[in-house]
């Protein structure tokens, strides 16, 4: 496997004034500077470099925690328009490419670095409690140490039409399921809630 460590330590005064109104956005955001959060501005700001300008990014995340709301704040994809997708595989590493040519740029914690920092490693690995803001500060200060990166193409990526949508025969909601009647809750697949009282207002 090719990547790169990236040695730069401190992250350079430039490099702060870039990313301190993100951090000051994430404090406003989340009501304390989380470390998921400092270590993603820091992610994708590296990805945004290492790629250089492009018009179309996409954008691909490898765990729900804090790394979407760094690239929501930090690239023009979001969840929402369709140009970051969430994988939730536990990996505190994401993908940024180019749409239309699918090179990109990978980046990941690189885990024999995070053991120099047994309290950053302990976060990492969910061990245990932690004091965020502290941690917080430290993974600012470590910087881009903790980091790796590598080239990448991604794999094209179809996006799913906008098909038709049904109404469902039993709550007389819109679904997109095309073999059924029912949507996904009627139909006993999926549910979230229990309705707590009769009338619908
Ligand atoms: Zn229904």
Not at 52 to 80: N, W
Not at 157 to 181: F, K, M, W
Request: with cysteine; glycine share 6%.
């Amino acid at each position: 496997m090719t990547h790169h460590e990236v040695s730069a330590n401190l992250l350079s005064d430039t490099i702060m004034k870039r990313l301190d109104p993100y951090f000051e956005q994430g404090i406003e955001f989340h009501g304390y500077l989380s470390p998921g959060f400092v270590l993603g501005v820091i992610m994708v700001d590296l990805a945004k470099e290492i790629l250089g300008p492009h018009d179309l990014i996409d954008a691909v995340v490898e765990t729900k925690a804090c790394l979407p709301d760094a690239i929501q704040l930090m690239t023009s994809c979001s969840y929402g328009n369709g140009w970051m997708r969430v994988k939730d595989w536990d990996k505190f590493a994401l993908t940024l490419y180019d749409k239309h040519k699918l090179d990109g740029v990978r980046v990941f914690v690189n885990l024999e670095e995070v053991k120099k920092h047994p309290s950053i490693e302990r976060w990492l690995m969910r061990e245990g409690h932690t004091r965020k803001e502290e941690l917080a500060n430290e993974v600012m200060r470590v910087g881009r140490s903790i980091l790796s990166w590598q080239r990448v193409r991604a794999a094209p990526y179809q996006r799913i039409e906008n098909a038709p949508l049904a109404v469902c025969s039993s709550c007389g909601e819109t679904h997109s399921s095309v073999d059924s009647d029912l949507c996904i809750r009627c139909s006993g697949g999926e549910d979230y809630y229990e309705v707590m009282d009769g009338a619908v207002e």
